[in-house]
């Protein structure tokens, strides 16, 4: 066999083997495409509902951050609150201080064997007394569908 035909076999065998080894990477999922194991409508009410949680916040609506928060185990910057008007109370502080929220990205993940809806996001707080005015965070939850309401939440 001459060297030439001997150096492209040698070539498309590696470059088969190297094909066959590297598999194709997935394209990202985009945050506005539930998984399969969620119906459209626990990812619509879940989206709505952290959603609202935002607004209120940029807004300080007391009485719709109590109603989304409820009984909920609720963290913000490391601080843990179990009274919902205390955990009011420090998110209006830090909207007076100037604080807002911006959603990066968001994704429910189904409904756990606690019967709530898991999600995950992304999310930037920007305020002037923050690093660099402005620090991204990301985190995991639980929230009730339909009603609305936060199961567990914690915000860095």
Not at 95 to 103: C, I, S
Not at 122 to 148: F, Q, T
């Amino acid at each position: 066999m001459s060297s030439l035909i001997r150096v492209m076999l040698t070539t498309t065998l590696l470059v088969a083997c190297a094909v066959a080894t590297n598999p194709v990477a997935t394209p990202i999922r985009s945050a506005a495409t539930p998984v399969a194991s969620t119906s459209r409508a626990d990812f619509d009410c879940a989206f709505r509902t952290f959603d609202d949680l935002i607004d209120s916040f940029n807004r300080a609506d007391q009485t719709r951050l109590a109603a989304l928060l409820g009984s909920a185990a609720f963290g913000l910057s490391g601080q843990s609150y179990s009274v919902p008007s205390d955990a009011v109370a420090a998110l209006v502080a830090r909207n007076r201080a100037g604080e807002r929220w911006t959603l990066l990205s968001f994704d429910v993940n189904g409904r756990g064997w606690h019967g709530g809806i898991d999600f995950g996001w992304r999310l930037r707080r920007s305020a002037p007394d923050l690093p660099g005015e402005s620090v991204d965070y990301a985190g995991k939850g639980v929230l009730d569908c339909p009603e609305e309401r936060f199961r567990i939440l914690f915000i860095g």
